[in-house]
């Protein structure tokens, strides 16, 4: 694939003949050395595949919940549109609420492409166009998702930038349907839900690719290293620069300065968020700190003498909670400049002495160049200077003020976990602080309670003193992003993976908004790891899933392979490493199935979601971006299961079980209709416990084409989730049974039992697809 | 004083819950309620009530009333240690899509319900869920019973203090049981 062209000859003699002012522009020259013939739908617009997705939107219908029942997105509202009343410009309730998800879907999308785009960009500048892109050994097929959408092989980073250009104008024409007067079908907003959705696939996976290809990222490792993780790993003798958001670019060029100058054993890094999977891929001596949640509480801490941020999850009072500990902030994204001076053109001793002195609460320095150095120079002159200071109330001094509390329960009703945060103020009135301490493991950092307080009382700042000891403790190894999946990893387990004897991949992805804690993530994971499934982990689920050790004093990762096979798990990355699960399922139909991935996404989605039993699991999704991703799992066919708090993403995509006419497929040997179980039963669920995400985890993973043994390996393992979960064995069995050799031996009595009470009858076991092409001959 | 919503962001629109401060006030719709549908979520697990606790307190309603009750986040394993084996699991996001269907007869057969009675599921998930009824499920009267006001319900405890709200709970079974 080769970049436009473009020829121009005043005066050309030719052997087709004599030209003057000759211009020639060729749009793309397509690669043609690619013997993969390209599929029906190359660089499909808004409704190429409008027909697959209502395939899906018919069977997972949309079961909105408005989260407002008012529009205010123009002047002719506000407008009322409660019990489905129709607003001025004509649109209803579940149009909007569409709308809505559409609009989250776009802000994530574009926060990822405007990512990939600065990537690809700086790299052309610093490499070159014709740079070459390796994703690592073993991965003929690389860059999976960006073949099966664009038709295209990206070998060369100007190839990378022709895709985003087809990305970003996918992102106008989806994110212009939302303006007033435009889309007006809740099914037709949900389809270009799922566009964005792929698009965001994409332009992750561009994202990610270049920067392993560029920046010495593992490349497709099983074994990357393990790096240090914890707010207790933090070595405060030295300087400590905390970098957080999502783009490597700033960070990587402090890591490369300090090393360059070999100034490790004074300086140390630390990242949050996806920066930090991404420094620590590039500079394993760097330390993922936390979560993004937890930025509040190592900033408030002071151990950070200088942050730098770059983008996407950033805490937007960042520069008003360091100066709250004298650390300077530098901003580097466009994105977030964060309200500081824009200090580009100034030398690096000016804008370090403006820095360390206080003369300003931080610079934005878009020239990464410069970040590294000033950076590591202020961190290093500030340094002795914030050291001498604490920055926390002392217990004392908590106990002094809690006696003042008004009780109001403003705190309680402003946090998003209703925590019982009253309840232990007025315990550390009488200088027990213990509650305090609990309230820490399950805070999300927010800080609204600190925002309701009438006494403007740091309550975070109190958990934390309260809780000082266990953020000693917070010491872990995790193992840092590995990239892709190898070709031969798929191979091994490709076949195992659809005929179901590997129950399925969980991939455990996404933000830390959790109700309950980061445990959860880390239980969850460990749950299906033991049973064999695939575990896959990326961005803060990655770090909160290593953030628990065992009697051994080991993490989950330190314990388990990271291999993508049976009882391992697999840290993939950062955010935008995410197109890599999506990726592992996509090559186990090119290289098991041998389907043509070329620009051919239908085929390719309709054989993932009835053969590869894939389930994401977003715990703590809070963001538009994680509305993105999941929707580029949607269009693949893939389930996804969100936290409570997901459920204010105000609509789920549900089957009904109860519906037989929804559960029919073609069998792509005779083209017959043919019953099947309802599975996947759902594409998007919020569960409201971990014990019922595990049971429809368990239950999501079941897919049509499962033979015999691997349906029967996945009843027993819902079954024994859900006895232990719920208490009784599961009513629904019986759906699931087609043929007596799905019934798991063991628990044959209970099932015949129940088949008989149900008069259940045998069913055939198709060759399933949703698509009539798909049956041989096309289905004519 | 107009009631609120309990978590202080979680404000709707037009329409809000009336605020229900005696079980009195519950006589009329429970009248009319021919199939009601007790909805029990996960939080209601060890929240004391009297002697016992929320989920004996679904019992004790289920039982004045002949209410059936189905129980979300996995909930249903304390009615079945309780011995109390009458209820029925679902998810409550199951729940708020399949509510929406006119004709669904509801996990026991039972249906099509006219009226649920819902708590103990965490705040803002019920308040989606009753989002979802309240706009797409207009014939079914939503009854929050939970302390914490609940916007998208017909009827609400309005943040309740405890001892009261209890004191009503208790009223609500004597008016199931006393035929409505």
């Not at chain 1, 309701?452 to 000082?468: F, G």
């Not at chain 1, 266990?470 to 840092?480: N, P």
């Not at chain 2, 709707?12 to 009319?32: E, F, I, V, Y």
Request: a neutral charge; charged letters at 25%; glycine letters at 8%.
């Amino acid at each position: 694939m080769k970049k436009k062209a473009y020829i121009k000859a005043d005066d050309a003699e030719t052997s087709l003949g004599h030209f003057k002012g000759l211009e020639v522009r060729i749009g793309e020259i397509i690669d043609d050395e690619w013997d993969e013939p390209m599929g029906p739908t190359p660089k499909p617009g808004p409704t190429t595949l409008r027909s697959w997705d209502h395939k899906l939107l018919t069977r997972y219908q949309p079961s909105y919940m408005p989260y407002c029942q008012v529009c205010c997105l123009c002047t002719m509202g506000k407008c009322d549109l409660s019990r489905d009343k129709r607003g001025a410009c004509g649109l209803d309730m579940k149009g909007q609420q569409a709308r809505i998800v559409l609009a989250a879907a776009n802000i994530g999308n574009a926060a990822h492409l405007a990512h990939a785009r600065h990537l690809v960009d700086h790299l052309i500048e610093e490499f070159g166009p014709r740079e070459q892109l390796k994703v690592g050994p073993g991965t003929e097929i690389h860059a999976p998702v960006s073949r099966l959408v664009t038709g295209m092989r990206p070998r060369t980073l100007e190839d990378a930038s022709i895709i985003l250009d087809y990305c970003e104008t996918q992102l106008a024409h989806t994110l212009s349907a939302i303006h007033t007067g435009q889309e007006g079908s809740w099914l037709d907003f949900e389809s270009k839900v799922f566009h964005v959705g792929m698009i965001d696939q994409v332009s992750m996976e561009i994202a990610d690719l270049v920067q392993i290809s560029t920046l010495g990222f593992p490349q497709a490792d099983p074994e990357a290293p393990l790096v240090q993780s914890g707010i207790g790993m933090m070595d405060t003798n030295k300087a400590i620069i905390l970098t957080i958001g999502h783009n490597i670019v700033p960070a990587a060029s402090i890591t490369d300065y300090i090393t360059e100058k070999r100034l490790h054993e004074e300086v140390e890094v630390g990242g949050m968020c996806c920066t930090a999977w991404d420094i620590t891929r590039r500079d394993p001596k760097a330390k993922v700190v936390g979560p993004i949640s937890w930025q509040l509480r190592f900033i408030r801490a002071g151990s950070a003498d200088l942050i730098v941020v770059d983008e996407q999850c950033v805490r937007t009072d960042v520069v008003q909670e360091a100066q709250k500990v004298g650390a300077p902030v530098i901003s580097t994204s466009d994105k977030a400049v964060m309200g500081l001076p824009d200090r580009s053109d100034d030398s690096v001793d000016s804008i370090v002495e403006d820095l360390v002195s206080g003369k300003i609460p931080g610079a934005y320095i878009p020239d990464h160049h410069k970040v590294g150095e000033v950076a590591t120079k202020v961190a290093l002159a500030i340094k002795p200077i914030r050291r001498k200071k604490k920055y926390f109330p002392s217990k004392k001094q908590i106990q002094k003020m809690a006696a003042e509390c008004k009780k109001c329960m403003e705190c309680v009703r402003a946090c998003p976990n209703d925590q019982p945060i009253q309840e232990a103020v007025l315990a550390a009135q009488v200088g027990n602080f213990e509650p305090l301490r609990d309230l820490y493991q399950n805070c999300i950092g927010c800080a609204r309670c600190e925002s309701a307080c009438p006494n403007e009382y740091d309550l975070h700042s109190w958990m934390v003193v309260a809780a000082q000891e266990d953020c000693k403790k917070e010491t872990y190894m995790v193992r840092t992003g590995r990239g892709a999946i190898q070709d031969i990893e798929i191979r091994r387990v490709g076949q195992p993976i659809v005929f179901g004897e590997i129950p399925g991949v969980i991939a455990h992805v996404g933000c830390a908004n959790y109700p309950g804690g980061g445990k959860d993530v880390h239980d969850m994971a460990e749950e299906f790891a033991k049973r064999r499934f695939i575990i896959v982990t990326s961005g803060c689920a990655a770090i909160s899933a290593g953030h628990v050790l065992d009697e051994n004093g080991q993490t989950i990762y330190e314990r388990r392979d990271g291999a993508f096979d049976a009882g391992c798990v697999l840290n993939v990355g950062s955010c935008v490493s995410n197109p890599h699960i999506a990726g592992a399922a996509i090559k186990i139909a090119a290289i098991f199935a041998k389907r043509n991935l070329r620009g051919n996404y239908a085929e390719i989605a309709d054989y993932i979601h009835n053969r590869v039993g894939a389930v994401g699991i977003s715990w703590g999704a809070f963001s538009q971006k994680a509305a993105s991703i999941a929707a580029g799992f949607w269009r693949l066919g893939v389930p996804v299961i969100v936290g409570p708090h997901g459920s204010k993403y105000r609509r789920m995509l549900l089957g009904r079980a109860d519906q037989d006419r929804d559960w029919m497929v073609y069998d792509a040997r005779t083209g017959d209709r043919v019953q099947i179980a309802p599975a996947p039963e759902h594409l998007f669920y919020a569960a409201e416990t971990v014990a019922e995400a595990n049971v429809m985890t368990a239950k999501l993973c079941i897919r049509p084409n499962d033979t015999g043994k691997g349906r029967s390996i996945k009843l027993s393992h819902y079954i024994d989730i859900h006895e232990t979960s719920y208490g009784f064995f599961p009513d629904d069995v019986w759906r699931y049974i087609r043929r007596d050799t799905d019934i798991p031996i063991t628990l044959k009595d209970k099932i015949l039992a129940q088949m008989k009470e149900n008069k259940w009858k045998e069913k055939q076991i198709p060759d399933p697809t949703l698509l009539k092409e798909q049956v041989y001959g096309g289905g004519v | 004083m107009r009631a609120v919503p309990w978590q202080t962001g979680e404000i709707c629109g037009p329409d809000s819950a009336k605020s229900l401060t005696k079980a009195d006030m519950l006589k009329r719709d429970l009248k009319l309620a021919k199939k009601p549908l007790l909805i029990v979520g996960h939080d209601a697990v060890g929240m004391q009530h009297g002697k016992g606790d929320m989920i004996d307190y679904a019992i004790a309603l289920s039982e004045a009333g002949n209410i059936p009750i189905v129980a979300t986040g996995g909930a249903i394993k304390a009615f079945i240690e309780k011995g109390f084996v009458g209820a029925k699991s679902r998810g409550a996001m199951e729940l708020a899509y399949y509510l929406q269907d006119p004709d669904w007869k509801g996990p026991h057969g039972k249906g099509p319900h006219d009226m649920i009675m819902i708590y103990g599921i965490t705040y803002y998930m019920q308040w989606t869920l009753l989002s979802a009824v309240m706009n797409f499920a207009t014939q079914i009267t939503p009854i929050a019973l939970g302390r914490y006001f609940q916007p998208h319900a017909k009827w609400s405890f309005p943040n309740m203090k405890e001892k009261q709200w209890h004191e009503i709970l208790d009223e609500i079974v004597e008016l199931v049981k006393g035929g409505k």
